[in-house]
């Protein structure tokens, strides 16, 4: 405190004495300038003298001059002191003037001397230095800021491209630019503070003002010209206080491009909609399901009646034999049709992904989620149906989690705490055997007779070789669509050969080999040199064979034998005993029959 400034000193600025006539105000010899100023506060607009020691000795408010001149002899703190000022500091300058000055020397304080030059003190500009030099500074920011701010509107108000005007509460223009004022075909001096009726005589800026409320989009036409124009009410403090008006494009024929433009926009997006539902939807119907034989056609009519329950359906069967094709016909017959059908395969899917598949994740779940969190699977399939092949493939832990969404038909995102209700319908797909895996520990029980309640089980197709003439020929027409080849059939030879080969692959090794073949033959029939050796080779045995019309046989009589079972307890609404004795055998006979035919005690409920 009171140390000089080293601009004053160091500067090598002249010097001159300078007598102040000060006034000391509620000023005592003894009070700091702290406390001085803490009692007046910022709002002391003053110049303050301290002593050496920090001692406030006057104070210089506004009026108060600051001579410069002879008046040597004077008393400490008698009223006058003489001081040392920058010489640059013309006399009789105002205390305004000498702050001016100290501000553009950038120094707050100047020493203040005696009549023999001993230093007895410091004319300080303390607090008022900082203060006004803050206050002007920020004075200043603000002023640039505004300069730019009225700049850039200038620049938006005249965009060439828009017309626009404002007018005030009571609808007199207050701004307009050039583009309106063309328009209008007026002056700005013409068009300032007039009413907006007089300018535009339907102008609805009034009705804007009155009720506040925007209207978008709307006509306006003036002369021969039509534009699109918004109006919007100008509020502060939540009261209107004007009005404006704008156009939205120079004419209509840019609205029209836009229009075009955004029809495209609204085109592709249709487009892309229906694409995500081609991959969310079922694509096949009971119309793709080749097949006459007893057990298709039987397989077929059960797989229809599950279609129209709610039941959760099983399908098993070897690979090929269309699982897949039948859950897409089941949800494409069942009430659910216009839903999302979800298919999952639980084998392909890393264990440790399955569940963030299947339930979703919220945001930040885990490292490497996506930000915004994922909906999984079954939320997907919300009133649709969810399909989950490979199930046998599912581990433990998984098998538990999945139980308690069939349960509770509520799933929770991994991470999230609160779980919600999902209307789902699940289909069940597996070509393993699913009561072995139970013995062996590997499949949940629990889960097992939740899935088993409508079961379908798809016969292999050297089960039923009857089919495989209607099969092979429904391929080659579909195959010749697909790879635009112009097959005409296949001869008996070699559909004889067809019909003798074991087809592990089944139905989809039956697709194949046709397509290979259908890829490598010239001639427009199928000849049995066409087909792969292996086929060839493989020739059932006679036993084979026979063993296949006996197992065509036993087809009928199980199909007919299940139809009676299924009429019995129709009939008797479900009563075993009662079934039992429609049909004359004996209950535990029926149990047998039931269990053989898969028909158990929920299916029952669930079909009848
Ligand atoms: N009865 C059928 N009629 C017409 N095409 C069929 C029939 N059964 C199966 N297919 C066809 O065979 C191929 C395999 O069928 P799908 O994928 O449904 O079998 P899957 O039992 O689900 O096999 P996987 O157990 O290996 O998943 C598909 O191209 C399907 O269209």
Redesign the pocket.
């Known amino acids: 405190m009171g140390v000089f400034s080293d601009m004053i000193i160091g500067s090598g600025i002249d010097t001159v004495d300078c007598m102040i006539t000060l006034d000391f105000p509620k000023v005592s010899e003894d009070r700091n300038i702290y406390e001085v100023y803490e009692e007046f506060g910022q709002s002391l607009d003053c110049v303050y003298v301290v002593n050496r020691d920090g001692f406030l000795v006057g104070l210089l408010d506004q009026p108060t001059m600051l001579k410069v001149g002879a008046r040597r002899n004077m008393q400490k703190l008698a009223g006058e002191l003489v001081c040392k000022v920058p010489m640059c500091l013309p006399s009789s300058s105002s205390v305004q003037e000498a702050i001016t000055l100290f501000l553009k020397l950038k120094v707050n304080e100047v020493p203040v001397t005696d009549e023999t030059g001993r230093m007895i003190g410091v004319l300080k500009l303390w607090p008022l230095f900082d203060y006004q030099a803050s206050k002007l500074e920020s004075l200043e920011q603000e002023l640039n800021k505004s300069k730019k701010l009225t700049a850039t509107l200038e620049a938006v108000i005249e965009n060439p491209y828009e017309g626009m005007v404002v007018v005030d509460e009571n609808s007199h223009v207050t701004m307009i630019n050039n583009f309106y004022l063309e328009v209008l075909g007026v002056t700005r001096e013409e068009a300032l503070g007039r009413h907006i009726c007089e300018l535009t005589p339907h102008s609805e800026l009034p009705n804007i003002v009155r009720t506040g409320k925007a209207q978008f989009v709307d006509y306006w036409k003036v002369g021969d010209r039509d534009f699109m124009i918004i109006r919007a009410p100008i509020k502060k403090d939540g009261k209107t206080i004007g009005a404006l008006g704008k156009t939205l494009f120079k004419d209509m024929g840019l609205a029209h491009v836009f229009a075009r433009k955004l029809a495209q926009l609204e085109d592709d997006l249709k487009f892309y909609k229906e694409e995500l539902r081609k991959i969310h939807s079922a694509t096949?119907t009971f119309d793709?399901?080749?097949?006459e034989g007893f057990k298709?056609t039987a397989t077929i009519r059960l797989a229809q009646r599950a279609a129209r329950t709610t039941s959760t359906v099983l399908l098993t069967?070897?690979?090929?034999?269309?699982?897949?094709?039948?859950a897409h016909a089941i949800h494409n017959y069942s009430v659910r049709r216009h839903g999302p059908f979800i298919k999952v395969n639980c084998a392909a899917i890393p264990e440790q992904l399955l569940e963030s598949e299947l339930f979703g994740y919220v945001e930040g779940a885990f490292t490497g989620a996506s930000k915004d969190g994922k909906p999984g699977k079954f939320e997907l399939a919300n009133h649709g149906t969810i399909f989950l092949?490979?199930i046998g493939d599912m581990s433990l832990t998984m098998q538990a989690k999945l139980l308690r969404v069939i349960q509770e038909r509520e799933i929770e995102r991994i991470g999230g705490t609160q779980p919600f209700k999902i209307d789902v319908r699940i289909i069940t797909?597996t070509?393993r055997k699913l009561e072995k895996m139970l013995q062996e520990g590997t499949f949940r029980d629990d889960l097992f007779y939740r899935l088993n309640v409508m079961v379908l089980e798809?016969p292999c197709l050297r089960e039923r070789s009857g089919d495989i003439r209607l099969?092979a020929n429904?391929m080659v027409t579909k195959l010749n669509q697909k790879l635009e080849t112009d097959v005409e059939g296949i001869s008996q030879e070699a559909m004889q050969i067809l019909q003798n080969y074991a087809w592990p692959g089944?139905?989809?090794e039956l697709?194949s080999v046709l397509e290979r073949t259908m890829n490598m033959v010239d001639e427009p029939i199928i000849l049995p040199e066409h087909l792969p050796a292996r086929i060839l080779q493989a020739k059932m045995s006679v036993n084979d064979i026979q063993s296949g019309e006996h197992s065509r046989f036993e087809e009928g009589r199980n199909f007919a034998e299940k139809e009676l079972l299924v009429d019995a307890l129709k009939c008797a609404k479900g009563n075993k005993a009662q079934a039992a004795k429609i049909l004359g055998i004996h209950r535990s006979v029926l149990y047998k029959k039931l269990t053989k035919h898969g028909l158990g005690g929920e299916v029952l409920s669930g079909e009848l």
């Open positions: 096949y793709d399901i080749i097949g298709i069967g070897e690979s090929g034999t269309g699982k897949e094709l039948f092949d490979e797909a070509n798809l099969l429904y089944n139905v989809r697709e």
